[in-house]
């Protein structure tokens, strides 16, 4: 009886995982924008500086910023980072030709500090969006 109900399972087990993978290739998949994005929020402000500018967006209380390249072309290191007054700035970079990764911060209605570099040149925008 055992062994009957061990052959069952058996059997049943290669089938069942076919059909999930079946399924999991076959369903419609969504796009969705990475969890540092800044895509769906409302540009506030643009900090230009003589290599690039910095991009800031917001949405209810998180604060978005990206550094953008002026020229693109050679890697060069990118970089952005957001402070929301009372806290740690979060800094993110890369090599990169056009634009740095995004950061994006809960500031809640504090004033926001956005700095941005492109090489060696930077610019900084004081305290924003007190």
Request: proline share 4%; with cysteine; net charge positive.
């Amino acid at each position: 009886m055992v062994t009957g109900a061990l052959r069952r399972w058996a059997a049943a087990l290669p089938v069942a995982l076919v059909v999930a993978v079946l399924l999991g290739l076959l369903a419609p998949g969504t796009a969705q924008a990475a969890p540092g994005s800044c895509d769906g929020m409302r540009k506030v402000r643009t900090v230009s500086f003589r290599n690039g500018s910095v991009q800031v967006y917001k949405t209810g209380g998180r604060v978005c910023a990206r550094t953008v390249a002026k020229h693109p072309g050679g890697q060069r290191r990118i970089t952005v980072s957001v402070q929301a007054r009372g806290h740690v700035a979060v800094k993110k970079g890369r090599r990169h030709t056009a634009s740095s990764p995004s950061v994006q911060i809960y500031a809640g209605r504090r004033c926001v500090w956005v700095k941005g570099w492109v090489g060696r040149d930077s610019g900084s925008s004081g305290w924003i969006l007190c």
